[in-house]
């Protein structure tokens, strides 16, 4: 993290002609187990990951106009949002841009003062991996304007304000499982997560001779393409059809009774959803136990239903779950994310992760006819703010 601190202070000097003041960080997160089941009211298990937004910032002159001028290294394009006003829609070359823009909103609707700023965006969470890339980068903005308009939220209440953010400007229906993973994960733990009463719990990562190994596809994947949404409309028809609030309230057994009236669609969504939410549970009390054989097969049961039942995986995530899964050293492998490319996520051996890298990417080149990029990391903190100087 020291290095992209002093790159991004660096980048703001060079940028705006003078220091920043405040630094916010956010990182992304990824999840050991319980995939899509956060908005159907699920248990999810998610890690912070040791890859960062970074926001720096420093307050404009007062007669410089009430706006913030904000600029993404990644994107290389800056963006002008005023802070009192509603703005107009973005063009699309700047849709990094809606982000900022939903939390700025949802500070303004709260009656908070935030001051003229200029902010340099840079992120090492890689972007459409699955990694919670847009999650960072609101958590990020909103920690930051909450230290510069001097604004006390409880962490809950910054997630759900940056979830509105990516449901109203991003048009993502996302659960909050990726916002709670950045504001309240704790070093060195897991976070058990009850997507419906967002009671969190953090779960002790206690093998130190394990690493988390985050292998990416390069398949590029977009959730506002429609396929999030449709998964989640499947998942709220099948509820319907079960006469229950939430898939989180039926059972395996209530889901088979009804196969014939769910149809092979929603009887498939369904069967995933309750199934996951059942191996995420099993998956904590085994951690507890140290018996990480049991996660590991848990993890391989949820790739399968992803791939069969929930329909999200692809070849690329198959091929590297496959791969992994074949190595000495692996605890477990499957599909992490919303899937359609993206990201795996492996539990391995620290001493025999080089290795496993090493010939998974000579295994990935060979079969995709593609690169993948992989790093390994472990539990990492969740958001914070700080005064520079």
């Known amino acids: 993290m020291s290095d992209q601190r002093r790159h991004v202070c660096a980048e703001f000097q060079r940028r705006f002609g003078r220091p920043p003041e405040w630094l916010a960080v956010a990182p992304g997160r990824v999840n050991l187990i319980g995939e899509h089941v956060d908005y159907c009211g699920g248990f999810v298990l998610p890690m912070a990951i040791e890859r960062f937004t970074m ?10 106009g009430h706006v913030a001028r904000v600029v993404s290294t990644a994107m290389g394009r800056e963006a002008c949002l005023p802070l009192r006003a509603a703005a107009s829609p973005l063009a699309a070359e700047d ?4 982000y900022v823009q939903g939390v700025i909103a949802g500070f303004h609707e709260r009656g908070a003062d935030v001051p003229a700023f200029d902010a340099l965006i840079d992120s090492t969470v890689p972007l459409g991996g699955g990694l919670s890339s847009s999650a960072s980068l609101e958590v990020a903005m909103a920690t930051l304007l909450a230290a510069l308009s001097a604004t006390e939220m409880k962490p809950l209440d910054l997630a759900r304000l940056c979830q509105r953010a990516e449901h109203d400007y991003a048009g993502v229906p996302c659960g909050m499982m990726d916002q709670c993973a950045s504001t309240l994960c704790v070093e060195g733990h897991l976070l058990l997560l009850d997507c419906r009463s967002l009671e969190a719990t953090p779960v002790a990562f206690t093998r130190d001779d394990l690493l988390v190994l ?5 398949v590029r994947h977009s959730l506002g393409d429609g396929e999030y949404a449709r998964r989640r409309s499947d998942c709220e028809a099948a509820a319907r059809m079960l006469d229950v609030p939430l898939l989180r309230d039926a059972t395996l057994a209530d889901v088979m009774a ?34 990480w054989a049991e996660v590991g097969s848990l993890m391989a049961a949820s790739h399968a239903s992803l791939r069969d039942d929930y329909e999200v995986s692809c070849r690329e995530l198959d091929l590297l779950v496959e791969l992994a899964a074949s190595e000495p050293g692996v605890v ?10 993206g990201c795996t996520v492996t539990l391995v051996e ?33 958001a914070m703010a700080q005064r520079l100087g």
Do not use: K, S
């Open 55 to 64: 926001v720096a910032a420093a307050l404009r002159p007062a007669d410089a």
């Open 95 to 98: 849709a990094w841009a809606r």
């Open 214 to 218: 985050v292998a990416n596809t390069n």
């Open 258 to 291: 009804a196969r014939e009236r769910l149809g092979p669609r929603a009887f498939a969504r369904a069967r995933h959803v309750v199934t996951e939410i059942e191996r995420t549970q099993r998956a904590v009390a085994a951690i507890g136990a140290g018996n």
């Open 332 to 341: 477990g492998a499957r599909m992490t994310g919303g899937g359609f490319g």
């Open 350 to 382: 620290a001493d025999r992760a080089a290795g496993v890298m090493d010939r998974m990417a000579r295994g990935y080149r060979d079969c995709a006819g593609r690169e993948c990029t992989m790093f390994t990391t472990r539990p990492a903190a969740g």
